[in-house]
């Protein structure tokens, strides 16, 4: 079993869709969790950082954790053209450096 | 420059070649990572440099040979590689212990083995 597992998609959507995207995991130590975007031919980029369970907003990105479901989400609202990426989560210990990545999912957004 | 930055950007090399990839970080940061990333899998961590000293070494090939002379820079060596180790080679750094471990990316090396 994956310690990460992720959708890997694609994803495509209209423009003003909301998007939905989810990891689950098995190991119940981590703790701090993250939403990444990888644009093409870029590297990944920190969209989203949370600790622990609940919900953290940022402008139209929302951040989920579930740790007793060990399941993670990311919700795009009124989605753009400029948000087709790829979106990785990731997650990690407390005071560990290693970070647990899923595959990553495909979001083609259209306009 | 700001954040992270990698050369060169794509890389083509034979098998028998011998090539670098070079990694500067601009964030103060005191640790430096090498991952790999090939088509739907997830990253791979390869090394991971913290004051200039390497304290991971996820079973890499010897063909992969990394270097820290200083905590802002960061090469990984290349010699005699197989077709397979083509894929995205991405560099990243952070602060090592502490609150703060969010890993701040570079554009990568897109490294194509013929």
């Known amino acids: 079993q994956k310690e990460v597992e992720q959708d890997p998609g694609p994803l495509s959507v209209p423009e003003g869709a909301i998007v939905s995207l989810n990891c689950t995991y098995s190991n119940s130590a981590f703790q701090y969790f993250m939403w990444y975007r990888q644009y093409s031919r870029k590297g990944p980029e920190l969209l989203m950082y949370t600790y622990s369970s609940g919900n953290k907003e940022d402008g139209r990105f929302t951040a989920q954790v579930d740790k007793s479901s060990k399941y993670i989400s990311l919700f795009i609202r009124d989605s753009q053209p400029s948000d087709s990426a790829t979106y990785l989560c990731?997650?990690?210990?407390?005071?560990?450096?290693?970070?647990?990545f899923g595959a990553g999912t495909t979001v083609t957004v259209r306009a | 420059e700001t954040g992270v930055t990698q050369t060169p950007r794509h890389l083509v090399m034979g098998m028998t070649n011998k090539k670098s990839l070079k990694c500067e970080q601009h964030?103060?940061?005191?640790?430096m990572y090498w991952y790999k990333q090939s088509a739907k899998k997830p990253l791979e961590l390869m090394f991971v440099y913290s004051l200039e000293e390497r304290v991971e070494n996820n079973s890499v090939p010897s063909r992969f040979s990394p270097e820290c002379p200083n905590s802002s820079h960061l090469f990984l060596h290349l010699h005699t590689l197989q077709p397979e180790d083509s894929a995205l080679y991405l560099c990243?750094?952070?602060?090592?212990?502490?609150?703060?471990?969010?890993?701040?990316f570079g554009p990568g090396t897109r490294l194509t083995v013929l």
């Open positions: 964030l103060g940061h005191n640790a």
């Open positions: 990731a997650m990690r210990r407390s005071n560990d450096y290693k970070l647990s």
């Open positions: 990243a750094s952070s602060q090592f212990k502490g609150q703060a471990h969010e890993q701040f």
